[in-house]
Nanobody
């Protein structure tokens, strides 16, 4: 059974930092692209970042490029999202997902709230 569990969310002031983690199980982690997405209240879910196997390719949404850094640890079957210079508009539930012929498996999400 594929499992993804996010953690590390919380309340932070604007300009602060948070590090999200996504622990995974139930699939061959090394072989798959993993992504971070977010959904703000009343808005559609949006892409944040993804990382390919071996970290050979990392993509970011324009809104987070230069502030967020995504990484993966193939020994721990986990991915991370280091979020710096946070803004109130980064407030959302953050989800990780694995790409297997589509973004078919998702975690339950972790809330990030950035106060102004």
């Amino acid at each position: 059974e594929v499992q993804l569990v996010e953690s590390g969310g919380g309340l932070v002031q604007a300009g602060g930092s948070l590090r999200l983690s996504c622990a995974t199980a139930g699939f061959s982690f090394d072989d798959y692209t993993i992504g971070w997405f977010r959904q703000a209240s009343g808005k559609d879910r949006e892409f944040v970042s993804n990382i390919s196997p071996g970290s050979s390719n990392i993509n970011y949404a324009d809104s987070v490029r230069g502030r967020f850094i995504m990484s993966r640890d193939d020994f721990k079957n986990a991915v991370y999202l280091q979020m710096n210079s946070l803004k109130p508009e980064d407030t959302a539930v953050y989800y990780c997902a694995v790409y297997q012929n589509g973004w078919n498996y998702w975690g339950q999400g972790t809330q990030v709230t950035v106060s102004s």
